[in-house]
């Protein structure tokens, strides 16, 4: 965090910092060298056009524009890269949709096509889809859920956001149980 006060941890809700790890470290020094690179070039062909015409506050934000936004390109190419992996689809296609695609069409592509995210069953070892609540095969609960109307809730929760179902008189399993006290 930014104060250096960490936030209150919560089991059930993923953190939100994972997904900056996945950047792969040569997606950082590319976007770097980029982003560098087109300033450089934008300077050296400032200052070898012998007539200065336009502003050059515009040429200076244009080239900061232009740097950022090919350096943020290179990201999403690196994020999608290892994201792709992931979720076990097919990396090959998919960076090669994403580079050839022009204008950042194929990362849309991507991001509206992707597979969820899976994750096994502790229970049974079935892959199963991390937005299930219980596993399809063996019927184990994964995530907790309102006893009234089997929708999610979160662990701390008293009560269901759905229905108002009171979740303390539900039976829930030893290992959830052990989040909410």
């Known amino acids: 965090?930014?104060?250096?006060?960490?936030?209150?941890?919560?089991?059930?809700?993923?953190?939100?910092?994972n997904e900056l790890k996945m950047i792969p470290l040569w997606s950082v020094i590319l976007s770097l060298v980029v982003f560098a690179g087109i300033q450089?070039?934008?300077?050296w062909g400032r200052q070898n056009s012998m007539p200065h015409r336009g502003n050059p506050v515009m040429h200076v934000v244009g080239s900061y524009s232009w740097g950022a936004a090919l350096a943020s390109y290179v990201l999403l190419i690196g994020y999608i890269s290892r994201d792709v992996k992931r979720r076990n689809m097919s990396a090959g296609i998919w960076m090669l949709i994403?580079?050839?695609m022009p204008g950042g069409i194929g990362a849309i592509v991507?991001?509206?096509?992707?597979?969820p995210m899976m994750t096994?069953?502790?229970?049974?070892?079935?892959?199963?889809?991390?937005?299930?609540?219980?596993?399809?095969?063996?019927?184990?609960?994964?995530?907790?859920?309102?006893?009234?109307?089997?929708?999610g809730v979160h662990i701390t929760d008293v009560y269901c956001v759905q229905c108002g179902h009171d979740l303390t008189r539900d039976e829930m399993p030893a290992?959830?149980?052990s989040h909410s006290d």
């Open 40 to 43: 450089v070039l934008s300077f």
């Open 1 to 17: 965090m930014a104060w250096g006060i960490d936030p209150p941890s919560r089991p059930d809700v993923e953190d939100e910092g």
């Open 175 to 177: 290992r959830l149980r």
């Open 98 to 100: 994403v580079l050839v």
């Open 120 to 151: 096994r069953c502790p229970s049974c070892r079935t892959e199963v889809a991390s937005g299930f609540h219980f596993c399809p095969q063996c019927q184990f609960q994964m995530k907790p859920v309102c006893g009234q109307c089997f929708r």
């Open 110 to 115: 991507y991001f509206m096509l992707r597979q």
